[in-house]
């Protein structure tokens, strides 16, 4: 079983929808909670954060941690083409070793 | 500000040649992180240092690579002799313990190194 999972894709959407993106953890120990954004030939971009079970709103973007459910989820409002871009979803456990581990990523097609 | 800064962006060598990648962290920042990213394996650490000094580096493929960090604004990621399978993305990220304390844990990318060994 991988550390962290993603369903990898692609997840198609029509402009102007909610796209969903989904990432499952394994190790319970994990504590931060991060969803990056990868544009192709492009580095991670960090886009949303989040330490505590619930929501977390920044602008379009919607983060969601079910620590009991090892889950954490990622929604777009109102996406746009410029949003089609592979989503990495990263875990960090916090405890001496901060490095990512990163699920392999879910890219989203925004169809104009 | 400045980010996170690699170079050389692109390199390509050949089989057997010794390859040096070169990081310079976010002014502030006293963690570093190398990964490296591929189509069959992801985006996966190699090695992070905390305060320059290496803190894990169970990522390392093997002996040929080795990494680097002199001082709190630059760290390097040699390897040699290189080989065709080490062809990869190579990304520097940094993060401040500052702001971990504050409850921020965030880490910010560079550009990455695009290596080619033929």
Request: hydrophobic share 30%; charged share 20%.
């Amino acid at each position: 079983q991988k550390e962290v999972e993603q369903n990898s894709g692609p997840l198609s959407v029509p402009e102007g929808a909610i796209a969903s993106l989904n990432c499952t953890y394994s190790d319970r120990v994990s504590q931060s909670f991060f969803w990056y954004r990868q544009y192709s030939g492009k580095s991670p971009e960090l886009i949303m954060s989040i330490y505590s079970n619930g929501d977390k709103e920044d602008g379009r973007f919607t983060a969601q941690l079910n620590k009991a459910s090892q889950y954490v989820s990622l929604l777009i409002r109102d996406s746009q083409p410029s949003d089609s871009a592979t989503y990495l979803c990263a875990v960090s456990k916090d405890t001496g070793r901060r490095a990512l581990t990163f699920g392999s990523g879910t890219r989203l097609q925004v169809q104009p | 500000d400045a980010g996170v800064i690699q170079s050389p962006r692109h390199e390509v060598t050949e089989m057997g040649q010794e390859v040096t990648l070169r990081c310079k962290p976010i002014s502030g920042h006293n963690s570093l992180f190398w990964y490296r990213q591929t189509m069959m394996r992801g985006l996966e650490l190699l090695i992070y240092f905390n305060n320059n000094v290496p803190i894990d580096d169970s990522g390392m493929p093997e002996d040929r690579f080795s990494a680097k960090m002199p001082n709190a604004s630059f760290s390097t990621l040699k390897i040699q002799p290189s080989e065709p399978r080490d062809s990869a993305v190579y990304f520097c990220a940094s993060s401040s313990d500052r702001a971990q304390l504050a409850g921020h844990n965030e880490q910010f990318f560079g550009p990455g190194t695009r290596l080619t060994v033929l």
